[in-house]
């Protein structure tokens, strides 16, 4: 389906909270007993008119805080003292697994709100790519993609500090939360037990592991997985412009986002009442 108005075709009814400069996803949740919605631009629900979310508060009949953000890490979630908050208060939450990737860390720095831009490389990382030009670098997607390219082998410390740095991440966010907490992967396929260095071009969660999830299992109620090969892909009920339908192609479709929330929900129902 396409929207010929506006680029886009959805009102996605844009509200913020508070203070806080970061724009999410309407309609606005009330101040108290609503469930946290953390994650990525599957969370936001780009293109998707009822994204997992909105059907996950349908289905428990729990009214929902959508926080997910197109293209988010976690630095967003960990940085933002009014969402942080917000996120804390909730009764319960779901954290999509977001990449690894779109974080600042000992090699390189990320835009605060905005976490797929690059901003600056750190002296760390200038000394093991003396060759590379960051100047000509603005998204983290081309920084990872530039970096294998240059050297995979040196790459591998790059991919290692930011596992690391985002295991650890991952535990102060569940460990601030006051509710209990469910993740939910969402990709072309299941969290790999290795990491191959092209995973982290062009797949997301980028860099994630299934014994980085496994390191969490003490913080959370379960790991909801949901995987849509790209074979099977669908744009059909989506809304979108011309313009993106490039971009709406490589995302994952209604169905994903309906067998999302229905899995959600037969995990959280007894923990979560009305």
């Given at each position: 389906m396409y929207a010929t108005e506006i680029r886009g075709g959805l009102d996605y009814a844009p509200c913020r909270y508070g203070k806080s400069r970061v724009t999410c996803r309407g309609p606005k949740a009330p101040e108290t007993g609503y469930i946290a919605c953390l994650g990525g631009t599957e969370t936001?629900?780009?293109?998707?008119?009822?994204?997992?979310?909105?059907?996950?508060?349908?289905?428990?009949?729990?009214?929902?805080?959508?926080?997910?953000?197109?293209?988010?890490?976690?630095?967003?979630?960990?940085?933002?003292?009014?969402?942080?908050?917000?996120?804390?208060?909730?009764?319960?939450?779901?954290?999509?697994?977001?990449?690894?990737?779109?974080?600042?860390?000992?090699?390189?720095?990320?835009?605060?709100?905005?976490?797929?831009?690059?901003?600056?490389?750190?002296?760390?990382?200038?000394?093991?790519?003396?060759?590379?030009?960051?100047?000509?670098?603005?998204f983290v997607g081309a920084l990872i993609a530039t970096l294998i390219e240059a050297d995979a082998e040196r790459f591998g410390f790059v991919m290692h500090e930011v596992q690391t740095a985002w295991v650890a991440r991952m535990k102060k966010l569940l460990d601030s939360l006051s509710g209990p907490a469910w993740l939910l992967w969402m990709g072309t396929a299941p969290p790999p037990d290795a990491m191959p260095l092209d995973y982290g071009i062009g797949r997301e969660p980028a860099f994630i592991t299934r014994d980085m999830l496994d390191a969490l299992k003490r913080r959370i109620r379960g790991c909801i997985e949901v995987v849509e090969p790209s074979d099977h892909a669908s744009t059909e009920g989506m809304v979108f412009s011309e313009f993106d339908?490039?971009?709406?192609?490589?995302?994952?479709?209604?169905?994903?986002?309906?067998?999302?929330?229905?899995?959600?929900?037969?995990?959280?129902?007894?923990?979560?009442?009305?």
């Open positions: 936001f629900g780009r293109f998707v008119p009822d994204p997992w979310p909105v059907l996950l508060g349908d289905g428990l009949e729990r009214p929902i805080a959508n926080f997910g953000q197109i293209n988010a890490g976690l630095d967003l979630y960990l940085n933002d003292a009014v969402i942080a908050g917000l996120a804390a208060s909730a009764d319960a939450a779901v954290l999509q697994v977001m990449g690894a990737a779109n974080m600042s860390n000992r090699f390189y720095s990320v835009h605060p709100r905005r976490n797929d831009r690059f901003v600056k490389a750190s002296d760390t990382l200038q000394r093991l790519y003396p060759e590379v030009d960051f100047s000509q670098i603005s339908a490039v971009i709406a192609r490589q995302m994952l479709g209604v169905a994903a986002h309906e067998r999302a929330a229905d899995a959600l929900s037969a995990a959280m129902s007894e923990t979560v009442s009305q």
